[in-house]
């Protein structure tokens, strides 16, 4: 198993950056800079999976409650080495603001 996830490392240590040591000053944990570098860590992991068959755009955008909570589980999930974790509603929230992702 470890190896597996050593093969793509990316994940845990962006996640691991953002959720431990930016979001554990509490003034940035709640801004638009928190929420970029989320975003952008979510993104680039989305780059690198190979989803067959797409993400499901079809779903109904999150609220921005909604949106932060997922994004600090999955992070934190990446950054304890779950970097199989897939949000199908939050990346196609993400994606559906962003535009589509350029492999």
């Given at each position: ?64 409650t909604?949106r ?10 990446w ?25």
């Amino acid at each position: 198993m470890e190896d597996f996830l050593s093969q793509d490392p990316f994940a845990g240590r962006a996640a691991d950056l953002i959720e431990n040591h930016v979001a554990a000053s509490s003034k940035l944990a709640g801004t638009d800079i928190w929420y970029q570098a989320a975003e952008d860590c979510v993104l680039a992991r989305i780059k690198s999976l190979r989803i067959l068959g797409g993400l499901p755009r079809h779903k109904a955008p999150l609220s921005q409650t909604a949106r932060t909570e997922r994004l600090k589980t999955l992070l934190q999930l990446w950054a304890n080495g779950c970097t199989c974790a897939v949000d199908e509603d939050l990346f196609a929230d993400i994606l559906n603001r962003h535009g589509p992702v350029r492999h």
